[in-house]
């Protein structure tokens, strides 16, 4: 990591939690918040001017919650980190966090205990998750498991694993069709295949799902 500050945007709706956690994040010297935002809409819009490091962002916003900024900034800025700071110790909510590109989910009631080193956990590119948390990720884990056998990635035939593989890692659809020996042509069909089967809509999301199923490594 550089020598240079963390550059935060900050979006909350309530102006005095906001400045509680500026306080928390501006006495660390190693943190400094450039930004704020009262709802989603804003967070995206001050996100892309100030282009910053991490996003920490409530999820209960008008006009656009935090879930569907993090959703945003993931197509829109994804080299800024996100880390949701909720009141809400609810798994669906984590799940859906998680799922839309956040590194780290915090509670507002140990903000004081837990956010500084969530910032610097997901600067490090590493998840931060409340005890809580960690204990429902691997519940549902076990449930998926215990449904599925082979788990997620069984979905995708294995010429489809492959494909998506090297997706994820950056390959063009010409250096693919290099690698497996078949037409572009080909690989875009299969990527097409892949989008539909999975749900997903872009090369990023892809990305964070083969990343999810352990076919690469984050």
Known sequence: MSDSPTRILLADDHALVRRGVRLILDAEPDLTVVAEADDGAEAVARAREH?????????????LTGLQAARELSRTCPQTRILILTMYDNE????EAL???ASGYVLKSV???DLVEAC?????G???LYPGAVDALIRDHLERAREGGAG???????REEEILKLVAEGHTSQQIADLLVISPKTVERHRTNLLQKLGLKDRLELTRYAVRVGLIEP
């Open 51 to 63: 282009r910053p490091d991490l996003a920490v962002l409530d999820i209960a916003m008008p006009r």
């Open 111 to 113: 903000a004081d205990r």
């Open 92 to 95: 669906q909510y984590l799940f």
């Open 99 to 101: 799922g839309a590109g």
């Open 152 to 158: 997620a990635s069984r979905v995708l035939t294995d």
């Open 120 to 124: 610097r956990a997901t600067m490090r």
């Open 126 to 128: 590493e998840p931060f």
